[in-house]
């Protein structure tokens, strides 16, 4: 059987739909839910369903943890069994000691070739920094090409979301410059991003429909008169707000089809169930 010419590694917080990732034979590495002495594999011990049930009538509440070296550094011989180079991408260093990781398995792969790439994203914003690195590869592109696709979307996608609760983010460390909402955690909706792969603060407002209405007039300032762009929808345990938000996408820019999914597991012990986030970019 002849090799790949490249292979693509993805961490399992873009939690990319499943036919993308079939389609291009992608290896996906799992974050760790760690919850009541258990250490859970995102979205493979643990789907996300089973995630925001379990959080509804837990006491405890989990934390998380990133792949260890070892962990990458079996899945990059399993890769390297079918090809002959590895694009990897992860989710933002800012975040997740992942990239870390990924570094130092690659580190020790005897000089197999290895690009790492830090989405400085998440969720689909990981997912659509990984989808051009494989569509790149698909058109042809070696790893070096198709790591630097990937990194120049980096500066180009934007990810908003709404958390119903600064709880969670606060709780998990992971709050960022949105931590001077804290003190009005039960009065207000905010609308975050991240910045430079850090969590931050855009607005706030009152209520949830607000919210929700405030992140979509952000996202259609940003994309009026574009045409060539790429928008996801994704949510944490609210499906119904989820599509509502997707059909209003479609709406408001003349769009057939947009990417919705669950955000992970992992993602979801940082935003808490009721999340919902819009993710896009501008094509270069």
Not at 50 to 69: C, D, I, N, V
Not at 225 to 245: H, M
Not at 250 to 260: E, P, R, S
């Amino acid at each position: 059987m002849s090799k790949d010419k490249v292979a693509i590694v993805v961490d399992g917080t873009a939690y990319l739909p499943e036919d993308l990732i079939q389609k291009y034979n992608m290896h996906v590495i799992p974050l760790l839910v760690n919850w009541g002495g258990e250490s859970l594999r995102d979205n493979v011990d643990i789907t996300a369903d089973q995630f925001y049930a379990r959080l509804q009538t837990e006491k405890e509440m989990p934390t998380t943890s990133q792949p260890s070296p070892g962990d990458f550094l079996e899945i990059y011989k399993k890769a390297a069994e079918t090809a002959d180079s590895i694009v990897c991408v992860t989710i933002s260093s800012e975040l997740s000691g992942t990239y870390a990781s990924a570094i130092a398995a690659r580190d020790m792969m005897d000089g197999f070739p290895i690009e790492v790439v830090d989405s400085k994203s998440t969720i689909m914003g990981l997912g659509f920094i990984t989808l051009a690195a494989a569509e790149a590869i698909a058109a042809g592109a070696d790893h070096k090409e198709a790591a630097a696709k990937a990194s120049a979307l980096v500066p180009r996608m934007r990810l908003l979301f709404v958390v119903d609760t600064l709880e969670f983010l606060h709780r998990g460390g992971r709050i960022g410059g949105a931590s001077r909402f804290v003190g009005t955690l039960l009065s207000i909706k905010p609308i975050l991003t991240l910045a430079d792969g850090k969590v931050e603060p855009l607005d706030k407002v009152r209520t949830r429909k607000k919210a929700l209405a405030k992140m979509l007039s952000i996202a259609e300032n940003d994309l009026r008169g574009q045409t060539n762009f790429r928008i996801a929808v994704q949510n944490a345990a609210a499906p119904a707000d989820g599509s509502k938000i997707a059909n209003e996408v479609k709406k408001k820019f003349g769009l057939t089809d947009v990417i919705q999914s669950d955000i992970s597991p992992v993602i979801g012990t940082h935003v808490g169930p009721g999340s919902i986030a819009v993710v896009y970019y501008i094509e270069p």
